[in-house]
């Protein structure tokens, strides 16, 4: 009886973290980052993961929020399919109440996740798409700063992980000066992340006698 991990590259330093010493994790399969920005090509990227994952696994959970896409996921599959029940990446790392509070107390708020601080602003002109402009004459950091110009501050999201994680903090002091918001720091959390494989091992769990059953008539 195993379980299949489907994750965005962001979340991966918190995947491996928790997973390390899980014996029922088989399968762990990286996604690039990025593909929120087209819902329908996440989708189909995903559905495409599953299918190739849903013969060899008893139940997939999905490193992923509801990103825009997978409210639209369905049930047809082989296995049971799970996520935590957050809004996007910022959302499982914070939980879905405290992401929001953080966006009531600043509305312009700029979240760093530790995946996305590593990228640097590179990733922020990504987010904004500014690689679709088309022309080189464009500075992509002025733009971006124009296109930020409601923005105050910039959250970076310590999740404090073994992995070198004590380096991103200076990096997200770069990113927030770049962008010319002042940085603010708070601690994620893996609850949700831990609730959704806690679910997972319970149904590899559940289902483990009956197959054993199976087999002996």
Not at 90 to 116: D, H, M, N
Not at 206 to 211: L, M, R, Y
């Amino acid at each position: 009886m195993s379980i299949g991990i489907i994750y965005c590259e962001t979340l991966k330093s918190e995947i491996l973290a928790l997973t390390a010493d899980i014996s029922e994790i088989s399968h762990l399969e990286s996604m690039p980052w990025g593909l929120h920005i087209e819902p329908d090509r996440l989708l189909a990227e995903v559905i495409r993961q599953i299918e190739l994952l849903e013969d060899k696994v008893d139940v997939i959970v999905l490193g992923y929020g509801r990103c825009q896409a997978m409210d639209r996921l369905g049930n047809d599959f082989k296995v049971p399919i799970l996520r935590p029940e957050a809004e996007d990446c910022i959302g499982v790392l914070l939980g879905q109440q405290r992401y929001e509070k953080e966006l009531q107390r600043c509305p312009g708020t700029w979240f760093l996740s530790p995946g996305w601080t590593r990228m640097g602003t590179d990733f922020v002109f990504h987010e904004l798409q500014l690689n679709r402009t088309g022309s080189k004459e464009i500075d992509p950091l002025q733009f971006a700063r124009r296109l930020l110009e409601g923005f105050s501050r910039a959250l970076y999201i310590d999740m404090q992980t073994d992995d070198g994680s004590e380096t991103l903090q200076p990096k997200a002091q770069q990113i927030a000066n770049d962008l010319g918001l002042r940085l603010e720091k708070t601690s994620g959390s893996y609850n949700l992340l831990e609730q959704v494989i806690r679910q997972a091992l319970a149904i590899v769990k559940e289902s483990a006698p009956q197959s054993a059953n199976e087999q002996g008539t």
